[in-house]
């Protein structure tokens, strides 16, 4: 009988003795609060729950691997400090047939200890390599305690609450979101308008995928790729936040195809939408293949940051207006996501 506790698994990241590794963590050479790379640490986390769920698969299936199928939400509790070690505590959740849920508390500890993120993640396990890869069935977890077996209830409540929020994607406006974006439209007829157009908030690059990127042989590793869209999205953020834009939480990130090297990959992040100090950022990371046969959508993200001054007080930030109907579905989309989110932001 294996347990969740059975299964946990722990990395320390030494930021109070390394001062090398320190300096790779900050974001700028000065006294900052919240001076923490966070995309640096979301490739910390993806690698941490990549291990924490091979270690239960290859109980049963040695030759097996794992690959991130999404992450669920990442929820920011505090700022961290840069120059204090930080502790990422992962178990298993929750497993499905072959799916396996990896929840993640990152903190650093100390008196007092700061509770950094709430982190979950969503991996499957694979046997076989390229197009001859499947999932391999997985025996299930035994949940003893209380704890264990309110933590499996919430994972597999969250994959149903994201199964619903997909379907609510093809839904029409209800009554009050088609007032809400008939009013930012009918704002941007007014005289002297000059308000923030969605259409104008993006961000893109492009970048080639070589061997040192690689994690599972003849793949890409996908928290590197996360990274690098979650630092296109930062800057973009950054066109709408007038102080500091700080993360908030990562609403979802799926992965969809793998990448390989020699790929081409463009990275796209937009605005989509505001409210109060927050700001949610849409990131999409298409492939093309090296001889140019083949492209596909590889991750969708969607990032919430939010706007604070120097002593990460919350400042605001001003509205977002779509225009067109593509902007008006990620503007409904992000505003779902958000509500969904905001009791925890809260």
Excluded at 276 to 296: H, L, Q
Excluded at 323 to 344: G, P, Q, V
């Amino acid at each position: 009988m294996t347990t969740p506790s059975d299964t946990s698994f722990f990395q320390t990241l030494s930021l109070a003795d390394d001062v090398t590794l320190r300096r790779r963590f900050m974001v700028v050479d000065e006294d900052l609060l919240g001076n923490m790379r966070f995309g640096m640490l979301l490739e910390v986390l993806d690698k941490v729950a990549e291990e924490t769920a091979l270690k239960y698969v290859n109980r049963f299936y040695p030759d097996a691997r794992v690959v991130t199928a999404a992450i669920d939400n990442i929820i920011v509790r505090h700022v961290a400090d840069v120059t204090r070690d930080i502790v990422c505590e992962a178990r298993i959740n929750h497993v499905g047939r072959s799916s396996l849920v990896i929840g993640i508390r990152v903190e650093q500890p100390g008196d007092p200890a700061n509770h950094v993120a709430s982190c979950y993640f969503t991996m499957v396990a694979r046997s076989g390599m390229g197009e001859g890869a499947v999932s391999v069935a997985l025996p299930p977890l035994e949940y003893v305690t209380e704890r264990e077996q309110a933590r499996a209830k919430k994972a597999v409540a969250r994959r149903e609450e994201h199964t619903q929020q997909q379907a609510l994607t093809s839904e029409p406006p209800s009554s009050d979101e088609y007032r809400m974006l008939a009013a930012l439209h009918k704002a941007q007829d007014e005289p002297g308008f000059q308000g923030l157009l969605a259409g104008r908030l993006v961000a893109d690059s492009w970048e080639r995928m070589y061997p040192e990127f690689e994690n599972v042989p003849q793949k890409i590793f996908g928290g590197y790729l996360v990274r690098r869209a979650y630092e296109l999205s930062s800057i973009c953020s950054e066109l709408v936040a007038p102080d500091r834009s700080v993360m908030a939480a990562v609403n979802r990130i799926n992965f969809f195809h793998p990448v390989r090297m020699g790929d081409k990959l463009h990275y796209t992040s937009r605005v989509v939408f505001t409210c109060g100090s927050y700001i949610c950022v849409e990131a999409n990371i298409e492939r093309i293949s090296r001889d140019r046969t083949s492209k596909a959508l590889s991750n969708s993200c969607l990032f919430t940051f939010v706007n604070v001054d120097r002593e990460l007080r919350h400042k605001p930030v001003p509205a977002v207006y779509p225009t067109t109907y593509a902007e008006d579905a990620r503007y409904l989309e992000a505003e779902r996501s958000f509500k969904a989110l905001s009791e925890h932001l809260a």
